[in-house]
């Protein structure tokens, strides 16, 4: 057919650096800090309070979990998981340590996998070490958690051969759930904390968003809805609720 197929080029050796790029209120570059890895990688979540900066990134030698001070001093990584673990959300806590969240077929502490696929929580201390950890898995299916509030008020989604479900579900301290609802989507659910004890979720289902607002004891006290798939939400005190589906945002003021 004519057609050439080139040399294959070299990877860029940039790649494998995990880059922190500090920005100020102007949004001017402030700094830009690089932790040297033995493969690419790439971020998925990053988050920040005053005992430091946890991010999370995946890679094909296992995901990883790194720890900074605010002056972008870098730990040394945490691997987490071998092969198939996917880590896609983390909340740094103010005493340094940390909680994961993403999927996984892998052993952790002792916990085997339930269905094809469960999410995963994972509780790091401050010393880098896997303290905890707990499985959302059911026989047949495949989960995964990849939206989470400090209050641990999770958002993720459930598969099997005959269901799509975006999953919410709230948890203790201890990673007890202390209330959980699903409903049929074809996307995962993101979730944000509100003002109070407020809380907000929104999934996709064939192209029709939903939000839902939930009380303290996670009963559903209004419902909104929007076009598209939600990537990220997030609740300023100011002016209230943002979604924002790639396309558009959305937002729903404080009354």
């Not at 094909?60 to 673990?85: E, H, M, N, R, Y």
């Not at 996998?113 to 010393?127: E, Q, T």
């Not at 509030?149 to 999953?167: E, H, M, V």
């Amino acid at each position: 057919d004519g057609i050439v197929i080139g040399e294959e080029g070299a990877l860029r050796p940039d790649l494998n650096n995990l880059t922190l790029w500090k920005v100020s209120s102007s949004g001017s570059g402030a700094g830009k800090f690089e932790l040297p890895l033995p493969a690419p990688v790439l971020p998925t979540s990053l988050n920040i309070n005053k005992s430091g900066i946890s991010i999370v990134a995946w890679q094909s030698v296992g995901s990883l979990f790194v720890s900074a001070d605010l002056s972008g001093k870098f730990s040394k990584p945490l691997t987490i998981g071998k092969t198939t673990t996917t880590l896609d959300k983390v909340i740094r806590n103010s005493d340094g340590s940390s909680v994961v969240l993403g999927s996984s077929t892998e052993l952790f502490l002792g916990n085997k996998a339930i269905g094809i696929r469960d999410g995963l929580i994972i509780r790091v201390d401050a010393n880098l070490k896997i303290v905890q950890s707990a499985r959302s898995g059911e026989k047949g299916a495949s989960r995964n958690w990849s939206s989470a509030t400090a209050s641990l008020l999770l958002g993720g989604y459930l598969k099997n051969k005959t269901i799509s479900q975006a999953t919410i579900t709230k948890f203790e301290a201890t990673f007890k759930p202390t209330w959980t609802i699903r409903y049929k989507a074809t996307s995962s659910a993101v979730v944000a904390n509100g003002l109070g004890l407020t809380t907000y979720a929104a999934f996709e289902n064939g192209g029709s968003g939903t939000l839902l607002t939930f009380d303290k004891n996670g009963k559903v006290i209004s419902t909104n809805s929007f076009s598209g798939q939600p990537i990220a939400i997030q609740f300023n005190k100011t002016f209230g609720l943002f979604i924002y589906t790639g396309n558009s945002i959305y937002c729903l003021p404080i009354k």
